[in-house]
């Protein structure tokens, strides 16, 4: 079936620094997607793109899909406290149940003060 | 909060037994996911269920089952409970059956610990 390589598992970063994941697929999706879930809670919808090769940005979050459909980064820049927690990517294609989201096995990312 | 709300947060259990989880979506959505997340495995989506029936079927194993009820609220039925079973479940809700954003709303989890 289809899997998600997202990359790095774990990062462990200072306060101000900006941070970079990705996640990589054998197949195509249609959408990419990027879930934040912070600790004790569920994941939570941060960026939706739509269109291969897509940039969008929400505050200080920047993702972009990649032009072969099968990647997807997310950069956050000037990272602080409250951005502690788990980073999951997820595939998704057309006409699909949304059941079929494929999810990444997550970025735990640290932020130290 | 997503208006997703799940019962029990914790629950503690030994092996060979059965548990039941419940979740009631946000208001309006009809479609309900179940997904299991492990400590290695990420988020693995298990059933999905929409109107009352089902309508994907995930990894989800022959000792699990699920239903959704008329008044849409949903149970998760976990039986012959093994130490491997110990996760986060969550629940997730959308308005839609398919297509969509993509956007799924997911409820707190509930904690079941296998001893």
């Known amino acids: 079936g289809q899997q998600l390589n997202q990359s790095p598992q774990s990062m462990f970063i200072q306060e101000g620094e900006d941070v970079s994941m990705n996640c990589t697929s054998s197949?195509?999706?249609?959408?990419w997607l990027w879930y934040k879930q912070d600790p004790g809670e569920g994941p939570v919808l941060l960026i939706a793109l739509y269109k291969a090769g897509e940039l969008t940005s929400n505050g200080r979050l920047t993702a972009q899909f990649g032009i072969t459909r099968k990647d997807s980064f997310l950069n956050i820049s000037a990272s602080i406290p409250s951005d502690v927690g788990i980073y999951f990517c997820a595939g998704l294609n057309y006409g699909g149940s949304q059941g079929n989201l494929i999810f990444g096995k997550g970025t735990k990312l640290s932020v130290k003060p | 909060d997503s208006g997703v709300t799940q019962t029990p947060k914790h629950l503690i259990t030994a092996t060979g037994q059965r548990v039941t989880l419940r979740c009631s979506p946000r208001?309006?959505?009809?479609?309900v996911y179940w997904y299991q997340q492990s400590l290695d495995q990420g988020l693995q989506f298990l059933i999905q269920y929409y109107n009352g029936e089902e309508r994907a079927k995930g990894n989800i194993l022959e000792r699990f089952s699920a239903q959704q009820f008329p008044d849409l609220h949903s149970e998760l039925n976990l039986s012959s409970l093994e130490l491997g079973d110990s996760a986060l479940y969550f629940c997730?809700?959308?308005?839609?059956?398919?297509?969509?954003?993509?956007?799924?709303?997911f409820g707190e989890g509930s904690r079941l610990t296998v001893l």
């Open positions: 208001s309006g959505d009809l479609s």
């Open positions: 197949s195509i999706f249609n959408t």
């Open positions: 997730a809700s959308t308005p839609r059956l398919a297509g969509g954003t993509g956007e799924l709303f």
